[in-house]
């Protein structure tokens, strides 16, 4: 019964109660993923599973059992940081820094989204490829809440790096 | 939350056995489970993990697809047939929750949302026959701005939340459900219920049913359909009115034509009455309007949903008028 | 209760009164700020420069410690039980479930809590800041639906919400108030703030407007708000022998601190409470009930406490913004000029606290007028504690202020810029004092000329597609305020290559940038490079009171830095002695420049400052020092302002708003960080966004119940909600202010409301007079 953590093997909670989130930070000592709400409905819980954004705080610890987990913990190399955490400085895309490692981790997922061709909401046509204008960042960023309004720096960092990348 | 015990379900045979022990519940995606047992609306004593049997989506023999429950949100959103086929069903998914909560959420979940309603979330400090049968319903005379404004009951005016719903109703999905005494199919239409005396039963499953799949018919006008949502912000907020539609022109006539709204009843609303008066006619606004005033001749809106009806028939004539548009150029 | 009263009343207690006369009238060269403080000269230094936040890569990487992210060792974690009625006794709690329930280390209520002094209420005493004029777990009255009455222990969080939710409460409910119209049928009052009126009366306002040529006269109404920083409320909390140690999240440190000291009954000393990073607090990450229980539980447990409020419990527990019903009436000439002003209006507060929201504030000093009336009145509910949130007043007074001079500019055919211009006043219209810097003609005519304001069309002209576009425009406006109490302890260390400078203020960090912003101003001020000065902030232990509040933090900490470098300069003096290039020098004659000090006038006569520290064998060396009294306050008008100019699309099907297009200019002095203030103003601007077009808190008049507690159905705007926010600013340094600076974290918000409102009037031909427009509003 493990899971893995940032590609470490880590013991499942015993009580079944525990989310994903507060077995990151209660148990494993990783604070970088937020509680912003615990309702679903803030987006600073966001991590990657297997590469797939998800929020922790709707997700039962016990039942990722098997799956590997990114946090913000994570994302640095050993060259230091990852290009879109050097962005969120550079662009200034944070103020307080409590959404921000939501707002990163999100951010990674989208990308891979995109690339996968998922569309949006404010995709016009369904089945065209994906191109990540600023609405299409807008729109994909929306589950993650900013309250000191950072979000214009937000989404120049993520244009600036992850979209670009795969765009190019 | 109220201590469960958690045990996943390697099939749907396994899922039934452990489901059929009585305050047993059947988890997916979690997305809007755990946040009801948080707040302690929802008190399971067992949680079946469902998320591990079939999340296939798969062509039918009669030309339609099957999705198995399990199905993410996202990949139905994705899946290349629902994008090209069923537009509408693609838009709608997309149009609902955030990224994050469609990569977790399952169809069969999705169809299990419960009501946003405040009351009903409330717990402590409510009253909600939803949530406690009998307690009265503080949503009548409270905050009802997202309330319902058709099918409602003295004991509960809540709406159904799913965006997803509301295209699968209007593309007459049906879906499958297993039991200890088998298996049976329920249209869409019928799976969700009206509040009535009992709004404790959002659906007709009776416990212990697990959904195992849900089959889209073929339906060729739906390549043509769509999704429009009106909500509070630009996005991650639940629907006022959405409106789910397709159409399909016979010359200067509506030959043929699908409506549902969400945000306006205790379940997804296929507007059959505004779809027959469609038919045959002319898909000129006035018409379009004409038909939604008949779909709520029998609105009873609450102190602060009033604008509901107009707002719905504005958006269908707009979402109907755009798709006319678009299959004449 | 307000900030603006703490700071006159702090400022008047220095002057003991009598003086509240005279500064006004005495010489400039008097006053603190009377001489410009040399950094507004220093041009080709950091100043104004963007520097990336020094915390950022700790952020970015979930490094930065927030107040629920300390851990002790067998720490507990509480859960809170809420009142359900909105005023009454507590009959019984039946807590035994609970006590049975796996984990549970203790159920405390007032029947077996410590017993515990009643915290000062905010504003009663010069630290204290309690949330109310109310004890905590100390009997069995409910004053509000929602107030914390029982809190449990366990040895996990999961077990701990689990046993809360266990815990029978009975009540005997009393006679309540929860309507506005009942608050209104029980007595309306003058609102005051520590005694002072909430009122001006210049002239006749009312027989001016009888008699103006033109005029409006409206009510507009803004909701209750909640400032919902995405990290809820949470403390930390240890008794380590009689010390109480608190990790807190916390805009107010020191006055944090003594007031749980006095809580109880502690040394000063005795309490220290740390909180270097806040994740957003606008104004609510100050003293509520949940750290008195915290420190209570933790006490009567005999072991440490988390206690992090869930989201719900940050709306039952810290106030919000409360509602306002505002009339403006204006009268004017022909020709546009003001002859009666009117702003009045109803504010509801509770029986016990004090806080009407000030909405004639920002009022005060906008436009020239013979004839003012000023005037907000309160009514009472048993209702949550309201309390500041981003721009008290100004937030939601230059609604209905900007609102109403649209209105007339729409009745007198004058365009609202210039109509604006026509009424600028050349000094304070209800004090009389003359401005210290006032440039908005500057910020109008720079943001009208960038945002294209002359392409604006007549009401209701322009579509594309299914949307209405149209473009609005407003003034905000926030004073400057600096407040008494501010101390900076700076010590020079040597070290192997040169010094290094660490600067100490018991300031708050939220996310303004202030650490970022002090280590500019101090590298200026002592003539070290940036990477050679280090901030220390957000901890008890350092001297002095610094509150992150009314905009007025920098320039508290910029006074102390001034004071405290100074009495630097005089100490390494006395230090360098009769061998230095600077002997026989007084501290007035020498200043700080490239790692050293020099005299003033001949940069030639200098000594390092590891010189001067190595030749008087001393590693180091400490000086603290506290501001000057802020008597600036009182001898000049000090104000920020912004011109605001804002484009909507209005759908024509739906209602629903979007903002496509925003520009702010603003004159705040002169800017320290032009990365961080730029997020500063977007940041107000957002929120002034949400303000316009969705947030509210629900409250249930039948029975004062906040209906909303949760992220999902309390709009926050989201990124698609959010369009490029251009800012700009004059850059024009107030002569009066140390650095030239003012305040930036709260003129953004200011104003915004209204320029919404006036680009959807001209988008749709529609006045929106309530708060916040949504697409109903519109159909």
Redesign the interface.
Known sequence: MSLIVNGEAVALPSDPRVSLLDHLRETLHLTGTKKGCNQGACGACTVLVDGERILSCLALAVQYEGRSVTTIEGLAGENGLHPLQQAFIEHDGFQCGYCTPGQICSAIGMAAEAERGVPSHVSADLTAAVALTREEVQERMSGNLCRCGAHNGIVDAIRATVAAEWAA | MTPFSYARAGDAAEALRLGAAGATAYLGGGTNLVDLMRETVARPEALVDVTGLSATIEETDGGGLRIGAAARNTALAEHRAVRERYPMLSRAILAGASAQIRNMATVGGNLLQRTRCTYFYDTDGSRCNKRAPGEGCDAREGFNRIHAVLGASEACVATHPSDMCVALVALDARVHVAGAGGERTVPIADFHRLPGDSPERDTVLAPGELITAIELPALPLAARSTYRKVRDRASYAFALISVAAAIELDGERVGDVRVAFGGVAHKPWRALKAEAALRGGPATPEAIHAAAALEFADAAPLRHNAFKPALAGRTLAAVLGELVKGEAA | MSIVDTVKQGAQGLVQGAMTKLVPLAPDSWIPGGVPDPLIQHKHGLIGTSV??L????????????A??F?FENMAYCALV?A?IPRGRITAIDGAAAEAA?GVVLVMSHLNAPRMNKPPAFGSSPNGVGPADLTIFQDDRVHW??QPIVAVLAD???QA??AA?LVEVSYAPEPSTTSLAGAKANGIAQGLFMGQPLLNEIGDAEGALAKAAVKVDATYRTPRHN??????HAATIAWVGDELVIHDASQMVTQQAQTLGEVFDLAPEQVRLTSP??????GSKGLWDHQVIGAAAAKMAGRPVRI?L??EGVYRVVGGRTLTEQRVAIGASADGRFEALIHTGLSVMTPHNNMPEPFILGTRAGYACPNIKLQVEVAQMNMLANTFMRAPGEAVGTFALESAIDELAEALAIDPVELRLRNEPDKDPTTGLPFSSRHIDTAWRDGAARFGWSDRGAAGTRREG?WLVGTGCATGTYPYYRMPGAEARITLRRDSDGVRALVEVAAAE????TSTTTAIVAAERLGLPLDRVEVAYGDSAIPGAIMAGGSQQTAAIGAAVIAAHNALVAELLTLAGNDSPLAGLSAADVGSEEGGLAKLDDAARRESYGSILARAQRDQVTVTKAGTPPLELMHWSMHSHSALFCEVKVNA????T?VSRFLGAFDCGRILNA??A???F??????GLGLA??EET?F?E??G?I??P????Y????????P??DVIWTDIPDPHTPMGAHGVGEIGITGVGAAVANAIYNATGRRVRDLPI???KL?
């Open positions: 990336s936040r915390d950022g890569p700790l952020k970015v990487q979930g490094g930065a410690q927030f629920a992210e851990r809420y359900t796996p639906n929602g996990t969080q999961e919400d689990h939710a400032h919902n920083p995405i990290e809820p990073y806040v994740g957003g607090g606008f992090a869930s989201r299914e939220m996310g303004m940038g099907v739906t209602g629903e979007r990365k961080t730029a997020s500063q977007r940041g107000g601007i957002i929120m077009l969705m629900q249930d039948r029975n119940r209906m909303n949760s992220l999902a159905e709009h926050l705007p989201v990124h698609l909600d959010v490029e926010i949504t697409l109903d159909l």
